[in-house]
Every structure is written in C-alpha cells, then in structure tokens.
C-alpha cells in the first residue's frame, strides 16, 4: 500500500484479509517521514491536519456491523534507523493549546533526531544543551482504529470509542485491541509507530518512526456489553477510554472493566468493583489529543481461576501468529 | 504513642526524633480499628471526619522552616492479620460524591474482610456474589504528610504541597519522600496503612490495615526549585502533584519533574521536556480524595550519567536502614 | 424542505441562497416530532443518533472556504402550540452517562408536554408531584452550524468550532452568528428550535419545539483572529468555547474574546484583558453534550468609541432584515 | 476594627454582634491598600499569602453550630476613590499558575489605579496602549465566609462550602447569603471589596477597593438539606458550590437548588429538575482561586405560587434594613 489517509471514516477499503491470516503494513510516521533533521519545520513538511497518515482501510472479510474486530499485533519491526521528535508552539500538556489557550508567549519550537543503535534495543540523540540522550527501543501503533460509528468521519489525530489515536504504550507486539466494527468488514486503520513513549506523550510526540508490521486479524461475536475498546496481552486484559477530562476517561475505562470482569467472573458489581480497585493499574495514554486515554487494566492472574475474556481470542491469535 | 490525630498542622509535636536515628511508629488503619466485620457500619464506627487517624506530629531535631524533610520508609510490617475495605453511598470514583453530585439513587453500602495469608504474601476475602478473591499484599502508607504552609489546618483525608492522603502505592518500604517543611521540626503525619491498592483507589478504599513501620528522616537543605513532593526509589526518582481536574495534577507532577530533571541532568528545559517525555511513568494515586494525586517519576538508569539527586540523600538513607 | 439530516458536513446542499436576502425555513423538534405525549418513549420514538434532526445544508452562493459567514436570525416563530422536555437514564448533568459513567442505578424517564398559552408569552404544564409550572417563551436554535473543517462529519449532536450544538439562548432573533466557512457555499444546517432553556440544559432537554425562522446570510471576509465562533447582539459581542472540562470552554472564549476586543479598539492584549476582565459575562450553553459551550460576551457600550466589529455586519442585516 | 486576618477559622471573634441590627464594617482591598500606583509591585507590596486581609471574625450572639447564619449586605460604599487591579505572572485563568503549570516564558506584570467618577456610577483608568477605559461601578464583597468545618482553617484566598473567596458579583447591596455555622457565634470574616468584576475574575483580580459596607446578621434553624451556602435577592433564590474542575461546581449547585426547590415547592426531584433545568442561571464567579465557584440561580418569580425560603429571612432583613 502507498496511500495514506487522515481521517478514520469515509473511504472503500484498500485491501481485504481473512480472519486468521497474518499480513504486514508499511505505516509512515507522524510526519510522512518529511521531518528528517533538526533544521526542519514540523508545520511546513506535515501541514495541520495532514499529520498522522494512516494505512488502510482494511476490510476483515464476512465481519459484520455490531461485531467485534480482534487486532493481534504479532511484531513490530523499525523501518527506518531513526525516529523524530518535536516540541511546536501552541501543543502539549505543558503549553497553552488550541483545547487549552492562554495569552503567554508562545514556546519555542525544536526537532530531535533519534538514531536507533545497531543492537535495535535503544536510541541515542544529541542535546542542545548537555550531554546525549539515550532511550530503550518499545515500539508501538499510537493509531489503532476503525471506521467510527453513524456515519461519522473523523481526522487521524482523533481518539474515541472505535479506538484511533490512542498513543497507549501497550499496544505493541503481542497485544490484542478489541474493537466494535461499525461497518461491515470494519474498516481498519493503522499507522504513527512510536519508538518509545512515556505515559502521557507530554511534549505532544513520543519518538516517531515508521513500521513494518505483521498483525492478524480476527471476527468476533457481538457482545452487548462491550461500548469501549477493550485490548488483551499475555498478562492483562483492560478497558480504554477517551475524554476530557482525564478523570472521566478514568471513569470510563474503569467501570467498564468492573463490568466485564463481573461478567466474566461470575461477580456482581459490588465484588467486581473490590477486585478491580485493589489490583488495577489506570495507564495514561495521551494527554494533548482531543480527547485523553486512559487504559484500566488488571492482571489476569489475579481474577478467579476460569475466568475466560473474549472467547479465549488472545490466545488463539497469539497461537496462530 | 497511643493517640491520634484528625489534621495535619496546629498540634504541639507529640515525639522528637534525630536525623539518620531509625525510629518505629504503630499506626492505625482509617477505621480506627473499628471496622471488624462484614456487618459493620463505616459510618457509624468511623463518622466523617473521624476517618483517617494519623500518628504524629512527630518533629525533627534542628530542621527549620524552609528545608526539606527526608522521609524514609525502611520497613512496614503488618499490625494485624486482616484488612478491610467498603464501598459506601456517596463516596469513590464510580458515585456520585460531595464534589460532583447527581441526582441518582445512592449506591448501597458493603464491607469485605480481607484475611492476610500466613505466608504474608497475600490477602484473601470470600465475595457475596461468587468466588473468593486473593490479592498480593503490598504494603504502603497512603498518608504522610507535614504541617501545610501558612498555617493552614487541613483534615487528614487532604492531599497538597505538604504531603498528606497521597494514597501512591509507590510510598511502600524503600522509599523516600521529600517534603519542604513549613515549620521548624517539620512535624510529620504518617497513617493510613494500606495492605493493596490499585491506581486510583476507585471504590474509596484500599484495603486498610494497621502497619508498625520503621523510618527514618532526615533533613536536607532548602531547595528553591521544589514547590511539590519529591519521591525516590532505588529506580525512580518522581514529583507528585495534587488537583483537580486529574489533568491538572499531571501538569504539576510533569513540569515539576522536568524542571528537576534539567538542573539535575545540565539539560535545557526542551532537552530535560523531551526526555521526560519518552521515559516518564504516570502513576495515579487516588481518584476519590478532595484533591487527585499522580506522580511523574523517570527511571534513574536512563538519566544521563554523574546526575545525583537530593545531595544522594535516598541512598544515604538506604545504606542507613 | 421536507427532509432533515443528522450530521454536519457530508451533504450536498439542498437549497442556495443569496447574501442579503431574507428567507425562511421550518425546523424540527430534537425528536423529530414524534414524542407528542407523556407516554411517549423518547429512545423508541427518537433512538440515538437520530435525535436532533437539522435542516440544511443550505449554500449562501458565492461564499468561498476561509471567508466568514454571517447568519443573523430575523425571527423565529413556534410551529405548534407545544413543547416537549425529558429526563432520561444515562443521560444530563446529574446523573452518569456515556461520558462520565458511574455504578449506580439509572435514573428513570420523564417525559412533560409544555403548552404554548395562547398569549404567545409563556409555557406551562401539570407535574406529577404537585403545582402546575409555568415558564416564559423565549426561543432560540440550539443548533446552528456549518461543515466541519478539513472533511470531517460530526453528529448534529455536536457542537465545535463549526458552531453545532451549541445550546447557547443568546441565539434567538435579533441575533448574528458569525462561522468560518470550511467549504465553499458555507453549508449552513439550523434546528433544534428550544421554546425556552436554563443555562447548562441541565436535565439534557429544554423544551423541544419545531421552529418557523426567518434568516438571513451574508458574507464577509476571511480574519485571521477568528478561529471560534463569534456572535453579536445589538448589545453585545461574544466569542464562543466548546470543550471539556468547562473551564477549557470559558478559556477559548474568552481569550478569543480578548483578542478581538484588543484588535477592534486598538489596545494591547493587557488593556484588553484587563477590560474584559471587569465587564464580561460567561453564559454557559450546555453541560450535557459531547462538549460543553460557553459564550463570552462583553457590552458594545463599555468598549471604547469607535470601535468596529466584523466590519458592521450586524447592523446592517439587522437593518435589512 | 483596625486589625486584619488571612485565614478563615482559628481566631477568637473581635466583636459580637446581635441578631437583626444592622452594623458597619471597614474592610481594605486586597492588597492591604498598600498598592497606590502602576509602579507598585503587587508581589512585594502584599506578598503571597498576606494578601486579601479580612475583617473580623464577627460573632453572631446566640447562633449555635450547625444552624444557619443569614448575612444580608445592606449597603456597600466606597471607602476610597479608587480602586486598583493587576495582571501577574503565573496567575489567572489565561495563564499558567500554579495549579495548572506550563513551560511557557512568564507572563509580564501591569497594574491599573481606576479612579472612581464624581458621580460615583463609573470608574475609569488610562491605558498604556490606547484609549482610556471606562466601567460602572458595581461593588460586592469578593469574600465573605465563616469558621470551616471540622476545625479546618483555610486562607482568605480560598472558597469552599463555608463561603470565602467566592467572587460572585451577586454578592452586593440587597442580597441576603446563608452559611452554615460550624462553631458556636458562627466567626463571620469579610474583605475583598470589588468595585466591580466580570464573571470568573479572569485576570485574576477585580477592581480592587476599599468599602465601608453596613450589613446586618441573622440566625436560622439548622437545614439537614443545606450543605452549600444559598443566596437570595429580591429576585432570585441560588445555591453557591465550589470546586475544580467547573462542571463539578455546577453539579453542587444546580443538585443543591433542585433538592431546595423540590423541597419548598411541594414538587419531586424530577419535576423540580424539570423547572430549573427550563429557568435556571449559572453565573460563574471566579475561575482564578483554589477552587471555582457557581450561583445557580432561578427567578423567585418563576416558582410555584406560595413557596416561601428560608422561613423568610431575606425579605424580613430586607425590611429591617
């Protein structure tokens, strides 16, 4: 695939796989991979809203609107040796933005040029000010996400209910996203690999690289419970939500685990909610898209022995892949 | 000491103690102990505010308003072989509380007991509903705080500057805190015993338990660039914001951590932002307090090399205990 | 026009209109006409997303991308002699919802018909627990807003910087509405008639009524300061927010706000915001929609002499309506 | 009274006053009246936190805790011709402060001295950067609280659910507030004259000024529904919450007037809803102090025929002033 899209919504799928199939995408970074030196000028190689190109749509053959599309990302791999990094004028969780003006002066803007080392296990960039940098290699899709539902188009750079631009640290190789399919053959969208993120993308970007990734897909019963992406690893299961403010999206992603696990456990809501308070981790994706990410998750080998998530799907992808 | 206290600040110091001189200190969990069954009645064992006793203030010889108090938790031990935690009407992340009603039914109220395992690796509560839980026992101490600046009196279920109702499972045994002390002497607060908490203490409890706890404090001079608690672990060093909206908290922990990165590191305040944003952990204390905690915390490993922190006083503590 | 549509953006217009030329259009009630008693199931009738039917897309001819358009409301009459208001489960400020969930039991649904009196002045209706109410008529579009920017389609639900759901009473007749234009013609969709409503819709209804408004567009040139809604009455000039949490809202007005009134009066960012400071008003629009809205508003008189706004737009279809 | 207090809570009163007589208080503006000039420097003249001096505590003879104090302000007159506001660095809602922190350069600090006209209507000031400004004058007290609750003692900077630092310009001439006494003589504090101010005291400060304010007190039963402070003018009965972030202030006042009207109008809660949900105001007060705060209002006028507030207070001290 060459083609990139900005929005989630709107497009005839470009490729079509099976359930159980394991293919690989091309995903460019954030900034179409224009962004190439410490001299460049974010806004003038990768013009709002033409950031964040994603791969797709992918169609899941026989999948139908109302059931559940399971993503399992096998592997991540770099597709390039450098990722780039930026701090702009007018984002960020620490500087007036468009959601969150004020009337200081504007910061500055500055490009990092992260070279990946030859072992593939870290990245190294010079400062301006002191001495180099040096981060771990922890690849993941920041844009995981299919077509909205009703009808909706939305820009790349937007998260919500049918995923998108989650940037959750969490969702690379090995993890399953689950998400509700809102049109026929569900429309995927992948793309902004991340080399390395903390919670929160504070400055607005993590290290951003293109990928070459392998990921299966897989089709879902519809499960009336489920109104929030849901993701799965070996370890976790959790529930993510998008919001503003940061606490609703706590609210969201939490209460939607408390009822899955109730269900899934065979607890009421009461117990479901004792359990989950004692053992869960709240993961911060964003905190400077349009709307916040949060992920409440619990370990699975803490819940009740039986208990089984989605159908055991996690486990037949991981499997099979 | 056999007596508690319902505040921090505006009590004569009920102990003295030496810097570098261990000490041990029994406290209570916020039920004062009274809370004994699954039959019993938070809110009438343990009416508003009578809630959260806290053992203290205790002072340091010679540390004057101004410096900073070091806080190290050597060991926490439990008191007693059980814990208790309750969901209740009006109150915790998923009800309608004090600062942001509605007009719902009220939730009902429930306790659980949780038995502490003989090998005191773990805790264990049957549920009404199904199968029982068991849960890791990982012991902290939800509040440490000292006496708030400007002669402020706050109730012991308060978060802020000074400390206080935290609720960061990271302020377990091996941990430091740093607090700027607002008097002479300091005069710390320390309760609040929890034996398990997840992010957020979403329900409104944790698992609450009496601890008997080794620490020993220290006193360091005053350091203009910390207006908000410094944390330190082996690993980790963090600054812990308290706010509302959860937002807000993140802003506080994340400029306050960067800040202290960049003096720490020789870095700018853009190369320190850019380094924190690729490695920084989001760690949410409580969602349910009158004021939301997080804190931002980087590993020390991927700092560059000769940064110390705190004039070394996390290790030096360390070494000590 | 027969037919309604529940999105902005994603339409051909269905109508064109000349700059300058009165012209009238029937709106729905948020129900589409369909709840017309207190029996009446408003998700049964009215299920989600097709609540909120717009008329429109209705092209002003000759407007280009980037230009502003001018929509002034010449008079809005009630097409029936009723109104309808509900409270739903999982819906408005006070009580959970999608948005901001919680574990309590729903709310129930409540459905009242207001009258019209024949006087044309006020509305009322029996309640089930006591007195009759009565309220005044004072109607407004709760809805007026144009084709997203930069392709995206959003539910007729919504508000932004398109305008949208607003919710803001302010927009009766008399009244000018200024939006950018994201595509040529403008693509202007009006409904949502509310025969009268509090600030912050707060229940998630006001009372719901079909409208006969007579309007009138006009077209003025880009400006590089707006990137919100404006708004105008003979009394005063207003920027509007939309966001969460509200106080984001209140801060994209008002330093919208700021920024007009220190390019219309010739005063640095200081003397503006210390103007405004002392003389505005903050109306809030809705609490209940996926992002809450805010006017800020400052009187014409109490600006200094001379001042010009949108180069007299109002006054001049004020005058010419 | 010459001497001034910046806390609320922890001092013994300076002066008891009886039920229904009406007496009279100096209070100084906010910087101690110390800041005369646009040279002044705010930070150095008033000094955080010595700013926002109170006038009292003020006993009520005979008031007991947990019944109901009525302050009804009589008359406000300016002590002084003048009056003085600020826009400061790391303050007010259009900058970063120090519970929402940015990386951003500071904003610069300016003063403006208003000088109040013959007439005693308008207040005017010259500009740095173009034509003068000229406002009404429209005093109110910024601050007026009791004791807190549960031994708590709070800066006069901060509001809460004892009153403070509410900066509602409902809070002037003819309007009547109840506070919930919390300690016997209920320690009635008052400062903070502002000669006039928008909504959410942007900028951080009003027109600041001195006021020579007669007032006069009453005691009421205790109200088990009254846990926020409520206010009443001739027209309007409101409830006041405070809280970050705003919506959640609104929730504590608009559940508050509901749970008010329900109860003095015979209705439910769900046709109370109804009403205020159609007629209610939600004027915002500050947006710049620890917490923010929000009248919900509703017209007296509006109500069911026969209701009756607070056993008639206000209009008995209206008569009797």
Not at 14 to 27: D, L, M
Not at 181 to 209: K, M, P, R, S
């Given at each position: 695939?060459s083609?990139?899209?900005?929005?989630?919504?709107?497009?005839?799928?470009?490729?079509?796989?099976?359930?159980?199939?394991?293919?690989?995408?091309?995903?460019?970074?954030?900034?179409?991979?224009?962004?190439?030196?410490?001299?460049?000028?974010?806004?003038?190689?990768?013009?709002?809203?033409?950031?964040?190109?994603?791969?797709?749509?992918?169609?899941?053959?026989?999948?139908?609107?109302?059931?559940?599309?399971?993503?399992?990302?096998?592997?991540?791999?770099?597709?390039?040796?450098?990722?780039?990094?930026?701090?702009?004028?007018?984002?960020?969780?620490?500087?007036?933005?468009?959601?969150?003006?004020?009337?200081?002066?504007?910061?500055?803007?500055?490009?990092?040029?992260?070279?990946?080392?030859?072992?593939?296990?870290?990245?190294?960039t010079?400062?301006l000010?002191g001495?180099?940098?040096?981060?771990?290699?922890?690849?993941?899709?920041?844009?995981?996400?299919?077509?909205?539902?009703?009808?909706?188009?939305?820009?790349?750079?937007?998260?919500?209910?049918?995923?998108?631009?989650?940037?959750l640290?969490?969702?690379?190789?090995?993890?399953?996203?689950?998400?509700?399919?809102?049109?026929?053959?569900?429309?995927?969208?992948?793309?902004?690999?991340?080399?390395?993120?903390?919670?929160?993308?504070?400055?607005?970007?993590?290290?951003?690289?293109?990928?070459?990734?392998?990921?299966?897909?897989?089709?879902?019963?519809?499960?009336?419970?489920?109104?929030?992406?849901?993701?799965?690893?070996?370890?976790?299961?959790?529930?993510?939500?998008?919001?503003?403010?940061?606490?609703?999206?706590?609210?969201?992603?939490?209460?939607?685990?408390?009822?899955?696990?109730?269900?899934?456990?065979?607890?009421?809501?009461?117990?479901?909610?004792?359990?989950?308070?004692?053992?869960?981790?709240?993961?911060?994706g964003?905190?400077?898209?349009?709307?916040?990410?949060?992920?409440?998750?619990?370990?699975?080998?803490?819940?009740?022995?039986?208990?089984?998530?989605?159908?055991?799907?996690?486990?037949?992808?991981?499997?099979?892949?």
């Amino acid at each position: 695939m060459s083609d990139y899209v900005f929005h989630f919504g709107g497009h005839a799928p470009v490729r079509t796989v099976e359930a159980g199939v394991p293919f690989s995408v091309f995903t460019e970074d954030c900034f179409s991979g224009k962004l190439t030196s410490t001299d460049g000028e974010p806004r003038i190689v990768a013009p709002y809203p033409r950031v964040n190109p994603l791969t797709g749509p992918i169609a899941l053959t026989g999948i139908k609107a109302g059931e559940i599309l399971a993503v399992h990302l096998i592997e991540l791999k770099p597709a390039r040796n450098w990722g780039v990094a930026t701090i702009s004028p007018n984002f960020g969780l620490l500087s007036g933005n468009r959601g969150n003006p004020n009337l200081q002066a504007e910061q500055a803007e500055r490009v990092w040029i992260w070279k990946l080392e030859e072992d593939g296990k870290s990245l190294s960039t010079p400062t301006l000010s002191g001495p180099p940098l040096s981060v771990p290699f922890r690849p993941f899709h920041g844009t995981v996400g299919v077509a909205p539902a009703h009808g909706e188009v939305r820009l790349s750079v937007v998260p919500g209910d049918f995923g998108g631009n989650l940037d959750l640290p969490m969702l690379g190789g090995g993890t399953t996203l689950y998400l509700k399919a809102n049109v026929d053959g569900a429309d995927l969208y992948i793309g902004d690999g991340h080399f390395v993120q903390g919670d929160g993308e504070i400055a607005g970007t993590a290290i951003e690289g293109a990928l070459d990734t392998t990921l299966v897909l897989d089709r879902l019963p519809a499960d009336a419970l489920m109104d929030w992406p849901r993701i799965e690893t070996d370890a976790e299961i959790g529930v993510i939500g998008a919001a503003r403010p940061l606490e609703d999206a706590a609210r969201i992603a939490s209460a939607g685990l408390i009822r899955w696990v109730a269900d899934a456990c065979g607890l009421d809501l009461f117990d479901a909610q004792q359990l989950v308070t004692q053992i869960c981790r709240l993961k911060i994706g964003n905190l400077v898209n349009p709307l916040f990410t949060v992920a409440c998750t619990v370990p699975k080998a803490l819940l009740p022995a039986g208990a089984e998530f989605m159908g055991g799907a996690h486990a037949r992808l991981r499997a099979g892949g």
